[in-house]
């Protein structure tokens, strides 16, 4: 293990390399933290109920704290008390004209959704974020809210730095998403909670539905169906938000590098509590069982209108498959993991319909290739995916600096590689994953021990 102090990049103030080294089991019981995706929304819709919400489990990462601040800055009160949160919302439509830029940090999904929100209010924003989400489109969600009635300044290539500037009424739209995204799908919805008339949302294919869910947990009638093989989802404007207590179960990316790094070291048998599975969001463990990996669920049941389980993951021999890219949208987060369990397994790999993953915090495809070679793994990338030759539980060479570009899931998923393979995996930088998963080293070592 060594860590390096290297020279101001990309707005941190050091990016601490870090080698992560072989492995032995992983045992005992852990607990992740609170799902990202539940836990932005939880602040985002308490902020917009009157009165007093109270949220328990709240990831206290980079990204969830970057909402925090944004809400705060158009008027809600929110402030940790003891190991919960509590929000007293302001309503939907009076948010307040914030006083400064909306710092972003690294968070998409912070940036996509509130920009729904402020959409249909009638306040101007500014929105800026780090090097890396400074690259990442926004024009998917600009196209909707334009139609809608709001208006953008974006960089060239419809990137942050952006101002927009809300309508207040908004105009209600059908919109068919062009593609799988549960961020476009939310941010139209949540402009159609302060938008008189009814919003409707397609999907070609379905994703992530926590938005709907909560949504409903916060007195919203959300409406779904399913025609055709098309989700439609609709909601008629104004909404008044009730406040609730939320409980935010344990995030399932998060696990799935546990539960891949359980996998793939030998005599590993661990359980990992508490964990959502949500079934837009538990691709990931559906594809690791097809492979062979060996996962059990324990205590099965629901918290806060989510499953949940506990996952006891034992040692196995994986299989190389090809994955079904109709899965993709319930595990886009997860691939770059899922690379390093096709890394160990015994055959070839081949993922494909995973253009999204270009568009990410970096280019994951390219990134996970290069990182993978590195450390010894034989592949080929195509435009739309990975196929990956397995070293039939082999370690892996390891090596490295493995260039991160600053994605928190290159750097825990080449983290995880690190553990099965001989000298281990350096990565140029272990900063960015405290956006997500702030806690994840010391898990490691707790589990090792």
């Known amino acids: 293990m060594c860590a390096v102090k290297a020279p101001l990049q990309h707005g941190y103030a050091f990016l601490t390399q870090h080698r992560f080294m072989p492995s032995a089991p992983l045992t005992g019981r852990i607990r992740v933290p609170g799902d990202k995706s539940i836990s932005h929304r939880s602040l985002m819709f308490g902020a917009l109920a009157v009165g007093r919400s109270r949220i328990s489990g709240l990831l206290e990462g980079e990204d969830v704290l970057a909402t925090a601040a944004a809400l705060r800055a158009m008027g809600a009160v929110i402030e940790k008390d003891g190991d919960d949160w509590v929000v007293d919302g302001v309503g939907v439509g009076t948010l307040l004209q914030p006083n400064g830029a909306l710092d972003m940090g690294n968070s998409g999904t912070s940036t996509r959704l509130l920009m729904g929100l402020v959409a249909s209010h009638g306040i101007t924003a500014t929105f800026t974020g780090d090097a890396s989400l400074s690259k990442r489109p926004m024009g998917r969600v600009i196209d909707p809210l334009s139609t809608m009635g709001a208006s953008f300044t974006p960089s060239p290539g419809g990137t942050l730095p952006l101002v927009m500037e809300g309508m207040q009424p908004a105009v209600p739209i059908t919109y068919r998403l062009p593609v799988a995204s ?6 139209v919805l949540l402009a159609g909670l302060n938008t008189p008339g009814t919003t409707t949302v397609i999907e070609p294919v379905p994703t992530r539905d926590h ?21 439609i989802i609709k909601l008629t404007g104004p909404c008044d938000l009730t406040p609730c207590d939320i409980t935010v179960p344990g995030d399932p990316s998060s696990a799935a590098f546990f539960a891949v790094a359980a996998s793939i070291v030998p005599g590993s048998d661990l359980v990992i509590e508490n964990v959502g599975l949500n079934p837009t969001r ?34 196995a021999i994986l299989k190389g498959i090809d994955v079904d890219p109709a ?3 319930s595990m886009i987060d997860e691939f770059p993991v899922l690379f390093v369990a096709a890394a ?3 055959g070839t790999t081949s993922t494909s319909g995973l253009e999204e993953l270009r568009v990410k915090e970096s280019d994951r495809l390219s990134a996970m290739a290069a990182a993978l070679t590195l450390a010894g793994v034989e592949l080929e990338e195509r435009e739309d995916g990975l196929i990956i030759h397995g070293s039939a539980g082999k370690p892996l060479s390891g090596g490295g600096v493995v260039t991160t570009h600053l994605d928190h899931r290159i750097a825990m998923s080449m983290a995880v590689a690190g553990l099965a393979s001989t000298a281990g995996v350096e990565i140029d930088s272990t900063e960015p994953i405290a956006t997500s998963f702030p806690n994840f080293t010391s898990l490691l070592e707790e589990a090792s021990a």
């Open 282 to 315: 538990n691709g990931i463990y559906w594809v690791l069982e097809q492979m062979g990996a060996n996962i059990d669920y324990l205590d099965e049941r629901e918290v806060g209108g989510e499953p949940v389980a506990d996952l006891r993951v034992r040692h």
């Open 182 to 187: 549960a961020q476009v799908k939310s941010a």
């Open 344 to 346: 160990v397994a015994e």
């Open 327 to 329: 899965i993709a949208p």
């Open 211 to 231: 938005t709907e869910r909560m949504l409903r947990g916060f007195g919203v009638d959300v409406q779904v169906e399913e025609k055709d093989g098309e989700r």
